[in-house]
């Protein structure tokens, strides 16, 4: 079994930064991508930011210019750098890990429980 655990989060003002981390452990050969997604209150849950095996990275739209995913590959952790934040950044940040356990053939993707992000003077 995997266990992701999403950090970080927390109250900032409009124009602050913040650093989330996703850290993945149990039983996990490798991870092929990491990504990082939002749900705000009433709103579907949206993919923010990727990074894939090799450290390709892919972002959202909405994500362009003030968001940077990162990956330490040893410590099978992700992060999300948000910078210059904004009242619509609020959310739930949950990240998405897709994993393959030792012996096993097929990846499979797992969820942690997400860390808030509130900004609001």
């Known amino acids: 079994q995997v266990q992701v655990v999403e950090s970080g989060g927390g109250l900032v003002q409009p124009g602050g930064s913040l650093r989330l981390s996703c850290a993945a452990s149990?039983?996990?050969?490798?991870?092929?991508?990491m990504g990082w997604y939002r749900q705000a209150p009433g709103k579907e849950r949206e993919l923010v930011a990727t990074i894939i095996d090799g450290g390709s990275t892919e972002y959202a739209d909405l994500a362009k210019g003030r968001f940077t995913i990162s990956r330490d590959n040893a410590k099978n952790t992700a992060y999300l750098q948000i910078d210059s934040l904004k009242p619509e950044d609020t959310a739930n940040y949950y990240c998405n890990v897709r994993a393959r356990a030792p012996l096993a053939y097929r990846f499979i993707e797992y969820w942690g429980q997400g860390t808030q992000v509130t900004v609001s003077s």
């Open positions: 149990g039983s996990i050969a490798s991870i092929n991508a």
